[in-house]
């Protein structure tokens, strides 16, 4: 049984939550006054520079530092077999024996841009000086770099000791798969592509470590947004887990996923101990992009949909193929969430899905927005689209036949998971009369008919939220963790202020917003006057970051769930004041007063000197002060997967609806949005702006994947795309004004109805991108089934 | 590495110092006078996260030598609030319309916006779009940052 938050005692009606109110945040970064990790400097600080591999797979032979070590500057350098001998391997959440992953490559590099050595000096540029003075022999082995090829038996190891270059393998079938293929009238069979992407964000991973001997402790301050990052460096340094203390009062510069930094808290952290001096690592972008292993997922589907005459979707086969690149850590995981979600928004019955993950001679992967979601979702969309085209239905149409009806929450789709709540149908119609997409066929249809590109896509979404440890134990029998908490802590002083702690940095998610909000709803105060912190790891309660768009939903109900807690007991303490049983007494705003009775009454202020510095009038036993903290495990986890891999994944399911019309240009191949509309629904809304923005941001991801952003690597596996010239991502001119709208169908599984909403831009857009495209593809007879899509991949379709 | 002497006024402020001739500015604004506002994101003068105004006028700090600055006047996100604490109208607006989300390309958007409504007090959307076209941000989608440069219009940019 998880622990809920107590009973509500504030106002149904809401003062605050729900309502315009400015982020707490907002003021110290428009000030310029934010402090990102890159701003955080330390007495005696040195900085580091990377000699990176220049090959994709190369055995290394010699590594000459004796030039770069007499540069005036340099206190020292570190080559991979040094720092190998003196650190545990990278944690892999696979159980793959033989894959080891260090900072710094050992005797063979894996991939181009990855670290080989790092130099420690007192100014970046000198340590740049002499990383150029390293030199570094190779033996260049052959490079694997497509993932079909890369499972040949024959195929070059990426890692000998693994037996193969398949990482991961596995077919779930979930419910009568074969048979509801056998008996649907249609089946259609069709190859994806998604390719190697990421959400990049603008600032670059930074990190500053430093260790004192004096109290064997570790100080971190990171750009980081990543669960476990505290045990990773402990497990790797073999430090004490409390001798790691990690500074979340850093601001983030931007995540969504991918601020993992593993290899490099380990490094700078070894490098800080090592040479006894504190150490910062401020990836360039070069280093970012090329061997800051943040790449997103790299992957092939092949779908195959049973389905009938009316284009209702009986079953679905998926295979995905994802490329890991060199060294796999947290990211194959990444399709073990989309099981949570499989079927989409639909009625599908059965379904088989089939997971690999390939390693190959390319960066690693990382995290990245939706953990895996958007990926399988372009892939579920596309095929409701081809659907649809099949049967001679519209896409919309196609994608209202097959949606679970309202009436059916929460529902158990094929593969476990429950969703908790959802009005589908309403949803798609308020973003098909925002669209006005009657208007929207006819400004196609008459395009068209003056001889000009036009088509309109859509798509919809799931987006679970809430977060979950299930799918470690889904992909790795020997992990059987289940726990995913939450906790926050608040405090009331004796001058009767407030505040709370927070266990998390933020990467601009806004949780000191959230968290203020929540509290000045509960105590009926203004948000504006609570002060929330963000511990470091040691003094913060357990947390898992804020990943899997979870903060409203487990910050959220810990806050929820401290707060009650704290006003039970200071009415409990108002009562004993007032000489009566609690029972007898009720909150009226900030005081407590005796209910119904003649106005006796005891203020905030009075019951916060009471508990602080009138112990004789204290509940007899009670502690002094008014403190107290909640901590949540994820609503509806804390389960392990059946025998047949079935699981309940996250707990909370927003749903979104995009419906997009382009027009391409004939004679580029560029695509223009004529209209952009959306309905989401991410349950009981928080803060306005802040939801309106993580859609938003989300879209412009999802644009970015569908037309733009893609690392590409040459034959010889070296990334061509090194730099924001050639990795090309969304400006004002790339992003359209969008029309947004909101729907509200609060989660059964939270306090306030509250879901998740940092996702579903980026689930729903690619899909309903390319979906347009292929529709103004449509009369040329041709479609694209990959992302991005470049103009002259659609100058091809034209031809 | 020859160092130069350079003066240049940063903020409104007389900054005396010698710097190395390979410096940046924005390495020189971050490091020698610890104004961390500027931020920088690619340093190919591309994600504009770094712009200041040298002699009014908005550039890319990561692309200019702290010596090219010899001489100038410089204004860094610092230099928007009059007196570090009250906000101009249109930090105003970016925190009202919530026109970001981490802050990180929030300097450069400024930047770039506060030269925009010097010039032309009231853009259209199409040329807030276009004079913000070479500063990327990844959390926003834009569309609440068009809208606080819209609201700061409005409003009577004054500056």
């Not at chain 1, 079927?343 to 690693?364: C, F, L, P, W």
């Not at chain 1, 997967?641 to 707990?651: D, F, K, L, N």
């Amino acid at each position: 049984m998880i622990v809920a938050p107590p009973p509500a005692t504030e106002p149904r009606a809401h003062r605050f939550i729900g309502k315009k109110r400015r982020p707490v945040e907002d003021r110290r970064f428009v000030l310029g006054r934010g402090r990102y990790a890159a701003d955080i400097t330390l007495p005696h600080l040195h900085h580091v520079a990377i000699v990176p591999s220049q090959y994709a797979h190369a055995r290394i032979t010699a590594i000459d530092v004796s030039a770069a070590l007499a540069v005036p500057g340099v206190l020292g350098i570190l080559t991979g077999p040094e720092l190998r001998a003196k650190t545990k391997p990278l944690r892999q959440y696979l159980d793959i024996p033989g894959v080891e992953w260090f900072p710094l490559a050992g005797d063979v590099a894996r991939y181009a841009g990855e670290w080989v050595v790092a130099i420690v000096a007192t100014e970046r540029a000198i340590a740049e000086d002499a990383a150029d003075l390293v030199a570094v022999s190779y033996e260049p082995l052959p490079a694997v770099l497509d993932p079909e090829a890369a499972m040949d038996a024959d195929s070059p190891p990426v890692h000998p000791s693994h037996p193969s270059n398949i990482l991961y393998q596995r077919t779930f079938v979930w419910g009568p798969v074969d048979a509801d293929f056998a008996a649907a009238p249609r089946t259609l069979k069709t190859r994806y592509r998604w390719h190697r992407s990421a959400t990049v964000p603008i600032e670059t991973f930074s990190v500053t470590a430093s260790w004192e001997p004096g109290t064997s402790m570790l100080d971190v301050w990171a750009s980081v947004q990543m669960p476990q990052f505290p045990e990773q460096i402990a497990e790797a340094l073999s430090i004490p887990l409390n001798g790691v203390r990690v500074h979340f009062d850093v601001d983030v510069g931007g995540s969504y996923g991918v601020k993992r930094g593993i290899k490099h808290g380990v490094l700078v952290s070894f490098l800080s101990r090592h040479f006894g001096v504190p150490v910062s690592f401020v990836e360039d972008r070069l280093e970012n992009m090329r061997g800051g292993d943040m790449h997103g997922p790299d992957r092939i589907f092949d779908v195959e949909a049973a389905y009938d005459d009316r284009g209702v979707v009986r079953s679905l086969r998926i295979r995905t193929i994802d490329d890991e690149g060199a060294y796999p850590g947290r990211s194959p995981l990444q399709m073990g969430k989309p099981v949570g979600a499989i079927v989409g928004a639909y009625a599908i019955a059965s379904v088989q899905y089939e997971a690999i993950a390939v390693t190959t001679n390319k960066a690693g992967q990382v995290a990245v927005r939706g953990f895996g979601q958007a990926p399988t979702n372009f892939a579920i969309e596309l095929t409701m689209d081809r659907v649809a085209r099949n049967v001679g239905i519209d896409s919309l149409e196609v994608r209202r036949r097959n949606f679970i009806q309202p009436e059916q929450f929460p529902y158990t789709i094929p593969s476990g998971t429950a969703y908790d709540s959802g009005d589908y149908p309403t949803v798609m119609a308020k973003a098909e009369a925002l669209a006005d997409y009657a208007a929207l066929r006819r400004w196609r249809d008459a395009a068209r008919a003056q001889g000009r590109v036009a088509g309109i896509g859509i798509a919809s979404c799931i987006e679970p939220g809430g977060g979950n440890a299930i799918f470690q134990a889904l992909f790795n029998d020997k992990d059987k963790t289940t726990t995913f908490p939450e906790g926050c802590q608040v405090k009331i002083d004796r001058t009767g202020t407030i505040s709370a702690q927070i266990g998390i940095s933020s990467s601009g998610q806004g949780h000191e917003t959230l968290v203020s909000t929540l509290l000045g709803e509960i105590f009926e105060v203004e948000p504006d006057e609570i002060r929330v912190i963000h511990a470091d790891s040691l003094a913060g309660l357990p947390s898992q970051s804020p990943v899997a768009s979870r903060m409203a939903i487990v910050l959220g109900d810990a806050t929820v769930g401290a707060a009650r807690r704290l006003k039970d007991r200071m009415l409990r303490i108002a009562a004993h004041d007032l000489g009566r049983a609690p029972e007898d007494c009720e909150w009226n705003g900030t005081s407590v007063r005796v209910a119904g009775a003649d106005g006796a009454e005891r203020t905030w202020l009075e019951i916060a000197r009471i508990a602080h510095l009138f112990y004789h009038r204290l509940v007899p036993g009670m502690e002094p002060g008014l403190q107290t903290q909640f901590v949540i495990e994820v609503p509806t986890g804390g389960t392990l997967p059946t025998a047949e891999g079935r699981v309940q994944m996250y707990p909370c399911h927003s749903f979104s609806a995009h419906v997009v019309a382009v027009e391409i240009d004939r004679g580029t191949g560029k695509v223009h949005f004529h209209k952009y509309a959306l309905a989401h629904d991410c349950g009981t809304v928080i803060n306005p702006d802040i939801v309106r923005g993580m859609v938003m941001g989300g879209i412009a991801h999802g644009i970015g994947a569908a037309l733009y952003e893609r690392f590409v690597y040459d034959d010889a596996g070296q990334l061509i795309t090194q730099t924001f010239a050639d990795y090309m991502m969304p400006t004002t001119h790339e992003v359209p004004h969008v029309d947004m709208i909101e729907h509200e169908t609060p989660s059964p599984f939270t306090s306030l109805g509250q879901k998740g909403v940092g996702e579903g831009g980026y689930m729903s857009t690619p899909a309903a991108v390319v979906g347009a495209i292929n529709d103004a593809l449509a009369p040329f007879g041709a479609r694209v089934d990959h992302a991005p899509v470049t103009p002259v991949d659609i100058l091809e379709c034209l031809q | 590495m020859s160092r130069h002497d350079i003066t240049m006024i940063v903020n409104g402020k007389r900054i005396e110092r010698s710097v190395p001739a390979r410096r940046s500015l924005a390495d020189f604004l971050r490091d020698d006078l610890q104004l961390t506002g500027t931020h920088l994101g690619c340093e190919h003068g591309i994600c504009g996260a770094c712009t200041v105004h040298l002699d009014g006028v908005p550039v890319r700090s990561c692309i200019l030598y702290a010596v090219q600055a010899d001489g100038a006047e410089v204004t860094t996100v610092e230099g928007l609030s009059p007196d570090g604490t009250t906000l101009s109208p249109l930090q105003d607006a970016f925190v009202s319309c919530h026109g970001l989300q981490c802050g990180f390309c929030t300097p450069g958007m400024l930047m770039a916006a506060t030269a925009l409504l010097r010039e032309n007090p009231h853009p259209t959307d199409a040329e807030i779009r276009d004079e913000l076209g070479g500063n990327i941000c990844r959390c926003t989608g834009y569309q609440q940052i068009v809208e606080s440069v819209q609201q700061a219009a409005r409003e009577g940019f004054v500056r």
